[in-house]
């Protein structure tokens, strides 16, 4: 059996097996050539101090010959003429949603408003470099959802809800690095994504399941409380027997059409903000305490911020280092920004979202479940008309927003359709604006050099998770109110990422394959 240990090395000595296994030998007060084989099983970086260092989690063998573990595979089966469930939406949740099913013997028939990811990416460059928005397919509608142009960052921390390991090596069969593994924070990078949207979406039609690319869900069909058909496509009916609604954050008119249908939907808290963007140069100073350059071993520096600010949490969102800004909208008439990073995160900026959180009180006048979807969407035509159209978004420097005043110019930005200058305290709502000010005063202290003008704010930052929670039952995961109709995902309020979305989709595929097989 191996013996566990930790080691700790500078960024000079990384890479290095040799040094490895002295200190490994060291830690556990053996002879070095006494250790047959060392695994890394956790890896993250320690940069408290100059300079850096990696702490490595070891599994080491002595005396004894190395022995693997048996690799990770999964059952899968030809379903071709297995029942059937259905699913709605290709992201994350929708996508281990099926896979989960074909282990389980059922049938996945998918149905995606988008494009598959090469059509879909014409969409994209025309609305980086055109500022044309389609509204079906962008960076959240189309194969893979949000999840494929994301950054791909996979940490995590509903640990308690599913298999954090499972999910990542399945990304691993699929193409993902091993490295995701082993990594405190593991990552993809967007460059890597689409290629393993693709095999999984491979491996579903080879096992049997159905994707329908182009096919919009507009209505559900029910007999008391259940689920009978969908009707998709300007009234294609489509018999069901369990329906996984996996839309994502963004898919608003699916909010509408069930609440107009009478189903329960609940509002609840997000989040609201701008994406913050510096040079990495400047990040990795300050957060590797050095003035030079960062070392050729060390990856591109991020940080976590938080703070509590007038009752209100403000914190640092999906920071991406050597990442870009990108437009996230999914409507012509709004604006709305996000970030991701390549693998090698090598663009020269880090850039974060920094958000107040939102709270009921904030925006409920009526009680309408949907007040939250219409507060965000306001916010995000404001940004549209400051910028003055075609995706161009509104920008101010970090110091000056903080002190107050107009910039008269902006630095290089990565956000491709353009920036022009803008203050942003007429974009965002006062308690917004207010407290991100006191923020960023707190975190230029927190880290020296961070409140700058080098760094710009870009807006705006505002679908960090859903306004709404669409209800279900704790144990069959079914909406209270409809048999058969499983919410699902970050769309439903349950997830709020690629893992997180991914281990929800699993568990309402089991509860469905259960209610399928009943019946």
Same mark, same amino acid.
């Given at each position: 059996?191996?013996?566990?240990?930790?080691?700790?090395?500078?960024?000079?000595?990384?890479?290095?097996?040799?040094?490895?296994?002295?200190?490994?030998?060291?830690?556990?007060?053996?002879?070095?050539?006494?250790?047959?084989?060392?695994?890394?099983?956790?890896?993250?970086? =320690?940069?408290?101090?100059?300079?850096?260092?990696? @702490?490595?989690?070891?599994?080491?063998?002595?005396?004894?010959?190395? $022995?693997?573990?048996?690799?990770?595979?999964?059952?899968?089966? =030809?379903?071709?003429?297995?029942?059937?469930?259905?699913?709605?939406?290709?992201?994350?949740?929708?996508?281990?949603?099926?896979?989960?099913?074909?282990?389980?013997?059922?049938?996945?028939?998918?149905?995606?408003?988008?494009?598959?990811? #090469?059509?879909?990416?014409?969409?994209?460059?025309?609305?980086?470099?055109?500022?044309?928005?389609?509204?079906?397919?962008?960076?959240?509608?189309?194969?893979?959802?949000?999840?494929?142009? /994301?950054?791909?960052?996979?940490?995590?921390?509903?640990?308690? #809800?599913?298999?954090?390991?499972?999910?990542?090596?399945?990304?691993?069969?699929?193409?993902?690095?091993?490295?995701?593994?082993?990594?405190? *924070?593991?990552?993809?990078?967007?460059?890597?994504?689409?290629?393993?949207?693709?095999?999984?979406?491979?491996?579903?039609?080879?096992?049997?399941?159905?994707?329908?690319?182009?096919?919009?869900?507009?209505?559900?069909? %029910?007999?008391?409380?259940?689920?009978?058909?969908?009707?998709?496509?300007?009234?294609?009916?489509?018999?069901?027997?369990?329906?996984?609604?996996?839309?994502?954050? /963004?898919?608003?008119?699916?909010?509408?059409?069930?609440?107009?249908?009478?189903?329960?939907?609940?509002?609840?808290?997000?989040?609201?903000?701008?994406?913050?963007?510096?040079?990495? $140069?400047?990040?990795?100073?300050?957060? %590797? *305490?050095?003035?030079?350059?960062? *070392?050729?071993?060390?990856?591109? $520096?991020?940080?976590?911020?938080?703070?509590?600010?007038?009752?209100?949490?403000?914190?640092?969102?999906?920071?991406?280092?050597?990442?870009?800004?990108?437009?996230?909208?999914?409507?012509?008439?709004?604006?709305?920004?996000?970030?991701? /990073?390549?693998?090698?995160?090598?663009?020269?900026?880090?850039?974060?979202?920094?958000?107040?959180?939102?709270?009921?009180?904030?925006?409920?006048?009526?009680?309408?479940?949907?007040?939250?979807?219409?507060?965000?969407?306001?916010?995000? #035509?404001?940004?549209?008309?400051?910028?003055?159209?075609?995706?161009?978004?509104?920008?101010?420097?970090?110091?000056?927003?903080?002190?107050?005043?107009?910039?008269?110019?902006?630095?290089?930005?990565? %956000?491709?359709?353009?920036?022009?200058?803008?203050?942003?305290?007429?974009?965002?709502?006062?308690?917004?604006?207010?407290?991100?000010?006191?923020?960023?005063?707190?975190?230029?202290?927190?880290?020296?050099?961070?409140?700058?003008?080098?760094?710009?704010?870009?807006?705006?930052?505002?679908?960090?998770?859903?306004?709404?929670?669409?209800?279900?039952? #704790?144990?069959?995961?079914? *909406?209270?109110?409809?048999?058969?109709?499983?919410?699902?995902?970050?769309?439903?309020? %349950?997830?709020?990422?690629?893992?997180?979305?991914?281990?929800?989709?699993?568990?309402?595929?089991?509860?469905? $394959?259960?209610?399928?097989?009943? @019946?």
């Amino acid at each position: 059996m191996p013996q566990a240990c930790t080691i700790h090395l500078t960024p000079d000595q990384y890479g290095q097996p040799d040094v490895m296994q002295k200190l490994a030998a060291r830690s556990l007060n053996v002879a070095p050539n006494r250790i047959t084989h060392l695994e890394v099983i956790k890896r993250s970086i =320690d940069a408290r101090k100059f300079p850096a260092r990696y @702490v490595l989690r070891l599994n080491v063998w002595v005396d004894e010959p190395f $022995a693997p573990g048996t690799p990770f595979d999964l059952e899968l089966k =030809d379903v071709s003429k297995a029942p059937e469930a259905h699913i709605v939406g290709l992201g994350p949740a929708g996508l281990f949603a099926a896979l989960r099913l074909i282990e389980l013997g059922i049938k996945p028939v998918v149905i995606e408003r988008g494009k598959d990811v #090469r059509a879909r990416r014409r969409d994209l460059a025309a609305l980086n470099k055109e500022g044309i928005v389609n509204p079906e397919s962008n960076y959240c509608f189309g194969e893979g959802g949000a999840g494929t142009f /994301s950054d791909g960052k996979l940490y995590t921390r509903s640990k308690k #809800r599913g298999d954090v390991r499972r999910i990542l090596d399945i990304l691993v069969k699929y193409g993902a690095t091993d490295e995701i593994l082993i990594d405190a *924070h593991p990552h993809i990078g967007t460059n890597k994504l689409p290629g393993i949207i693709q095999q999984i979406s491979a491996q579903i039609v080879e096992c049997g399941g159905e994707i329908h690319f182009d096919t919009k869900l507009e209505g559900l069909k %029910y007999s008391g409380n259940q689920l009978t058909d969908i009707v998709v496509n300007g009234g294609e009916v489509w018999p069901v027997k369990a329906l996984i609604l996996a839309t994502g954050h /963004s898919a608003r008119d699916i909010f509408r059409m069930l609440n107009k249908e009478g189903i329960a939907l609940e509002a609840k808290p997000f989040a609201l903000g701008v994406r913050v963007e510096h040079p990495q $140069a400047l990040i990795d100073s300050i957060q %590797y *305490h050095s003035r030079g350059p960062r *070392h050729p071993n060390l990856p591109a $520096a991020s940080y976590s911020l938080v703070r509590q600010i007038s009752d209100k949490g403000v914190y640092s969102f999906c920071m991406c280092p050597g990442g870009i800004i990108c437009p996230a909208t999914t409507d012509p008439s709004e604006l709305v920004v996000n970030g991701w /990073s390549p693998s090698l995160r090598n663009t020269g900026f880090a850039n974060s979202g920094m958000v107040v959180s939102v709270d009921l009180a904030d925006y409920r006048k009526t009680g309408n479940p949907l007040e939250g979807v219409e507060f965000q969407a306001a916010v995000e #035509r404001l940004a549209e008309q400051a910028g003055g159209g075609k995706q161009v978004a509104p920008a101010q420097r970090l110091a000056d927003f903080v002190h107050r005043r107009p910039s008269q110019n902006l630095p290089e930005c990565s %956000y491709l359709p353009g920036i022009t200058t803008a203050d942003l305290s007429d974009v965002l709502p006062d308690f917004v604006h207010q407290r991100l000010r006191k923020a960023f005063r707190h975190f230029g202290k927190h880290l020296r050099g961070y409140l700058t003008n080098e760094a710009i704010l870009v807006g705006v930052e505002s679908r960090t998770s859903c306004p709404i929670r669409i209800p279900r039952d #704790r144990e069959t995961l079914m *909406h209270p109110g409809m048999e058969g109709f499983f919410p699902c995902g970050e769309g439903a309020g %349950y997830a709020g990422g690629i893992m997180s979305a991914a281990i929800d989709g699993e568990r309402c595929a089991e509860g469905a $394959a259960k209610l399928v097989k009943k @019946v």
